[in-house]
């Protein structure tokens, strides 16, 4: 079997569309963190079971290995620059971020398009990311049209 170029096995990834969503949750001293990403997805309607991953060398990889709950957030079209602003490795993304309190206190932005707060059932450590599987406990839906990512970047979906 053949090696698979790394760059050229991403560049094939991107051309499948993808939703883009932040994930929340809270450090051990209750300080909100979140990240955004692109891996979100369903598993199960029943149980509703939900996934996302995260990569080993994520600055939040210990936080979210160490978490009992998290918080998806579907994000909408416009809100590519919170997108962005999650995106980075900064640990204050709540500093002028104003958000509520869920389940187990978990940080909730106050917009998306649908909003998951999940319980962490199981993890599976995969490659150089673990898989997180979340059973849902809450759901907020606000129909909008989301923020999807493809090519390397934001796109619009069109009907036609």
């Known amino acids: 079997m053949s090696e ?5 096995f991403r560049d094939a990834l991107g051309s499948y569309p993808t939703g883009v969503a932040i994930v929340t949750t809270l450090e051990e001293s209750g300080k909100p963190i979140g990240m955004t990403v692109n891996s979100f997805s369903s598993v199960s309607l029943d149980p509703p079971l939900v996934l996302w991953s995260i990569d080993r060398k994520s600055a939040f990889f210990d936080v979210f290995m160490h978490a009992d709950h998290y918080a998806v957030h579907v ?3 416009d809100q590519q620059q919170l997108s962005h602003d999650f995106s980075s490795e900064d640990p204050d993304h709540f500093a002028e971020i104003e958000h509520d309190k869920g389940i187990a206190n978990l940080p909730l932005l106050k917009s998306c398009s649908a909003l998951f707060q999940c319980e962490v ?3 599976y ?7 997180l599987v979340g059973r849902v406990l ?9 923020l999807v990512f493809v090519e390397g970047g934001y796109k619009r979906i069109v009907d036609n």
């Open 75 to 77: 994000l909408r079209r």
């Open 138 to 146: 809450d759901i907020r839906n606000f129909p909008a049209e989301s």
């Open 125 to 131: 450590d995969e490659g150089d990311h673990v898989i």
């Open 4 to 8: 698979i170029d790394s760059r050229a």
């Open 121 to 123: 059932r199981s993890r």
